[in-house]
């Protein structure tokens, strides 16, 4: 009669219970959390970051380019907010190596796996942008006059455009 029930334990608590205090034998209840929930997109390799009144494309952690080849890879789903764009090469596993290439002046390129490279968008993102509409027009029409594209990843921007943010070709 002098103390309460134990604790419900659930699928994500353990080491539930009451624990006795100096001012009553049982007053409290305990719970030690065995799990966390963990947040789906933690791990996606990139970010869109402010600078002033811009915004860039910053890529997250070590290895960026290879780990969103392999979330793509997967057919992981991106996070709100992005988009991936369509390619014509079916999804496939590659190393995770990454080599930078210093000479491109526009983007930001990455070797990966010796199979692909990652272009990175490095100007400020603003819509409406034509590469987008530009590059799936040539995918869709199977253009083979220019590098095979895996795919695209796009961002959308506060007035709702979509601007691409990276591209694997």
């Not at 789906?40 to 290895?63: H, M, Y």
């Not at 491109?104 to 990652?118: A, E, H, K, M, Y």
């Not at 990175?120 to 590469?131: K, Q, R, S």
Request: proline share 10%; charged share 20%.
């Amino acid at each position: 009669r002098g103390r309460p029930a134990p604790a419900r334990r659930s699928g994500l608590a353990t080491g539930c219970g009451s624990a006795p205090t100096s001012s009553s034998a049982w007053a409290g209840s305990t719970c030690a959390v065995a799990a966390e929930r963990v947040d789906p997109w933690e791990d996606f390799p990139l970010i869109v970051g402010q600078a002033g009144a811009d915004r860039f494309v910053r890529p997250l952690g070590s290895t960026p380019s290879a780990r969103l080849v392999a979330w793509w890879a997967e057919g992981r789903d991106v996070p709100p907010g992005f988009r991936w764009a369509p390619g014509t090469h079916a999804a496939e596993s590659v190393p995770a190596t990454e080599q930078y290439i210093d000479v491109d002046q526009t983007n930001r390129s990455v070797i990966v796996g010796d199979r692909l490279v990652l272009k990175w968008v490095t100007t400020p993102l603003v819509g409406p942008h034509p590469a987008p509409e530009r590059l799936r027009r040539l995918v869709d029409a199977r253009f083979e006059a220019m590098p095979e594209v895996w795919f695209g990843v796009e961002w959308r921007t506060g007035e709702g455009d979509w601007v691409p943010v990276v591209t694997a070709v």
